[in-house]
């Protein structure tokens, strides 16, 4: 790691009490230099090139936060992720006291605000394959409505927000693996303004295995603006129950499953709202393509519902809705039901399933090749935004479908790619 003065680091590091463990850091990382454990999110100092290129992802703004001290007392991996809260900074006297003066602590602060040149970024994308996260936006698009961020959180003027369980139904079929509920949050008097695309934070009771209280963890919002039931102050998530981890082992989720077993009446504890750029754009005709899998829906409903409901008032003339939903069987896509009775035009919807007996594999970026020309037209509309969520192991492959897309239609992907990125129109949401 480059310094700007011998023996002097000015270490990045991720503050514990307002992070929200979303993964955002550490998927959009160009290095590899964000790690984390069942507990904190974390910055190695060895690797950390300090680019920027996580700080403005960040939905909570816990990520940019720096402490200028002697390399050789830099915190280390362990350290950080023993942490409930950041260190404090190190004063003048401290740093005097090791041997640093005031001249090379502003050279030191002053380096590290500086952005990559321009040659930088060419070197570190040049190192890569096919780095999909470079392509996604972290601008919303310009018609999208103001929101309203970390109103509640350990840092803002209320520490939580109780909600009460209105409801909790099960939206995957009963029977099989695959448990996902939709969950009702009421808010009653307090205000919680949120957009499609935003997440909350949830709270669950209790702590860990240390006694520690267990940290917030993160659900997109799967209702319009004016809430799940129109003119009332509550929002709706989806919530799958975790079983396993990615490996396939035994987990028993503390979140998850607290969530799915909430009754009607149960309180919960809120933080939030999160996000400023994954939102939905306003202006009249514009069009949305949504990529998900599974709960990725959640935001894909919030942005469909509200269209809906504009649509009913005869106010908005929207422009094309286009679905790419994918899970492993029909019994396990969350909302399969409700999507049947949608208008045909009113929303164009694509399923792939890739664990159906007797039949081949399909996932959503092969449907998205199927209608490579379609998907193509919309790349070329600067009134068309893309929003893929899901897990991270689809990013690639919908971003290289866009990519083949584009190409077939005879369009340069990387004037295309950076004109999605620069008008916020290309958004990626992968955990």
């Known amino acids: 790691m480059d310094m700007p003065v011998a023996g002097l680091i000015r270490q990045h590091l991720i503050d514990p009490e307002i992070c929200i463990r979303c993964n955002t850091c550490e998927a959009t990382c160009p290095v590899g230099a964000i790690t984390h454990d069942d507990r904190n999110y974390v910055v190695m100092a060895d690797k950390c090139n300090q680019c920027m290129a996580c700080i403005a992802p960040c939905p909570t703004g816990s990520i940019d936060n720096w402490r200028t001290m002697p390399v050789i007392r830099a915190y280390s991996i ?13 004063t003048a006297e401290q740093l005097a006291e090791a041997g640093v003066g005031a001249a090379e602590v502003a050279e030191t602060v002053a380096a590290v605000e ?69 969950i009702v949050l009421d808010f009653g008097a307090m205000p919680f303004p949120v957009l499609e695309g935003q997440s909350i934070g949830v709270l669950p009771p209790g702590g860990d295995a240390q006694g520690r209280p267990h940290h917030a963890r993160q659900y997109s919002i799967a209702s319009p603006r ?12 989806t919530i799958k129950r975790v079983l396993e981890d990615y490996q396939g082992r035994p987990v028993r989720g503390v979140a998850s499953n607290f969530m799915c077993d909430l009754q009607v009446g149960d309180k919960v504890q809120v933080i939030g709202p999160f996000g400023a750029s994954f939102l939905m754009p306003n202006h009249p005709k514009s069009h949305i393509v949504m990529i998900c899998t599974g709960t990725g829906s959640a ?27 994918g899970a492993r069987t029909r019994e396990e896509l969350p909302y399969f039901g409700p999507l049947q009775t949608l208008p045909k035009d009113f929303i164009d919807i694509n399923f792939a399933f890739s ?77």
């Open 226 to 237: 004016n809430g799940e039931r129109p003119g009332y102050n509550n929002v709706s998530l």
């Open 114 to 182: 500086l952005p990559p040149t321009p040659a930088t970024v060419v070197i570190e994308q040049s190192t890569q394959v096919f780095n999909a996260a470079q392509y996604g936006t972290t601008l919303p698009p310009w018609s999208a409505a103001h929101p309203y961020c970390n109103l509640y959180g350990p840092k803002a003027a209320q520490k939580s927000i109780t909600a009460t369980v209105t409801g909790n139904v099960r939206v995957t079929e009963v029977g099989t693996d695959y448990d996902t509920h939709h």
């Open 299 to 325: 935001p894909m409903r919030a942005m469909t519902e509200w269209r809906r409901r504009l649509r009913q008032s005869g106010k908005f003339e929207g422009g094309k809705l286009l679905l790419f939903f």
């Open 355 to 431: 664990r159906e007996a007797g039949k081949p594999k399909r996932y959503v970026q092969d449907l998205m090749r199927e209608r490579a020309a379609d998907v193509a037209a919309l790349l070329a509309d600067p009134n068309a935004c893309f929003y893929v969520c899901g897990l991270k192991a689809m990013e690639e492959g919908v971003v290289l479908a866009l990519r083949d897309a584009a190409l077939q239609a005879g369009l340069d992907w990387e004037t295309t790619a950076a004109a999605l990125k620069r008008d916020g129109r290309l958004h990626l949401e992968t955990y």
């Open 78 to 90: 362990d350290e950080q992720l023993g942490w409930d809260e950041l260190p404090t900074e190190w």
